[in-house]
């Protein structure tokens, strides 16, 4: 008997709240656009109007060892560290593919590979120079304010400023380079020149001359990784600009710094070793 005095009151109140819940669903489709909705953009983090590169940054890849193709490769005169002293595999940074040298550069290139490790800057402890300071499996930070930027990087204590404003024209040719920088849009973009011909472009030899001018572009992607092209100009070495590009890592470490790399002392065998040998 309670039941079927109960009935009718329970149909009309399914009944009013099916009705309240479709009314409030026409609403909610009303503001609604028709079309299809636009998928949200990239976290980008800011610096006032500006990308924030604020940050620890790094490389993932085998570029450092050659920006070209190349197979995993054993490195005989290492036997006793066996598969340790191996060169992985990688696939290349450069855009087409392979670099374009002129005839004499590239006989040299192949001279400088024949000597390394021994031939190579890296070895020596030398700063690296740009790009290849960018790639090497070592960070590097990046820290800007209103005006320059400094990039300062862990291997060889390496460091240097771009000049945002004060553009000016390199006094000498250096290790580093002298950078000035321009922003386009989003794209902080750096051209670097004044470079001294004794640095490489990686472990495989490749190389350039003091004519070769630099320009770098970073561009975020996203809040923990951003987009690295660096064109390289130079008519004494080449036979035309060619780019490279290539991800870098925001470091997410708890505490995350740049350690010293103060590499000197582990050179000095492989600089002087010979005349210490000779004086004995």
Not at 155 to 177: C, K, Y
Request: net charge negative; aromatic share 10%.
């Amino acid at each position: 008997m309670n039941t079927t005095t109960r009935t009718p009151f329970s149909r009309r109140s399914a009944a009013l709240k099916l009705g309240t819940l479709l009314a409030a669903a026409l609403a909610v489709g009303a503001c609604q656009p028709s079309g299809p909705v636009a998928p949200a953009g990239p976290v980008i983090p800011r610096l006032g109007e500006r990308p924030d590169f604020n940050g620890v940054w790094q490389a993932i890849g085998t570029a450092h060892w050659n920006l070209e193709d190349h197979s995993a490769t054993a490195l005989t005169q290492f036997w006793q560290l066996g598969a340790i002293a191996a060169v992985p595999a990688g696939q290349s940074v450069v855009q087409g593919g392979t670099i374009p040298y002129l005839p004499a550069a590239l006989t040299k290139r192949d001279e400088n590979r024949a000597g390394w490790p021994k031939s190579d800057p890296e070895a020596k402890c030398y700063m690296p120079g740009i790009p290849r300071a960018t790639y090497m499996p070592f960070p590097f930070r990046i820290v800007q304010g209103d005006g320059d930027i400094l990039f300062v990087y862990e291997f060889a204590s390496a460091n240097r400023i771009v000049h945002m404003s004060d553009h000016q024209e390199p006094p000498v040719d250096s290790w580093m380079g002298w950078s000035n920088g321009r922003w386009e849009g989003d794209t902080l973009v750096i051209e670097v020149t004044g470079n001294n011909d004794q640095t490489w472009f990686d472990r495989a030899g490749n190389h350039h001359s003091a004519l070769m001018k630099v320009t770098e572009r970073y561009t975020l992607l996203g809040e923990n990784h951003l987009q690295y092209e660096a064109t390289i100009e130079d008519p004494d070495t080449f036979s035309q600009p060619w780019t490279i590009s290539l991800p870098l890592y925001r470091r997410l470490d708890t505490n995350v710094q740049i350690l010293e790399f103060k590499c000197v002392e582990f050179s000095e065998e492989l600089l002087y070793g010979d005349l210490v040998k000779k004086t004995e």
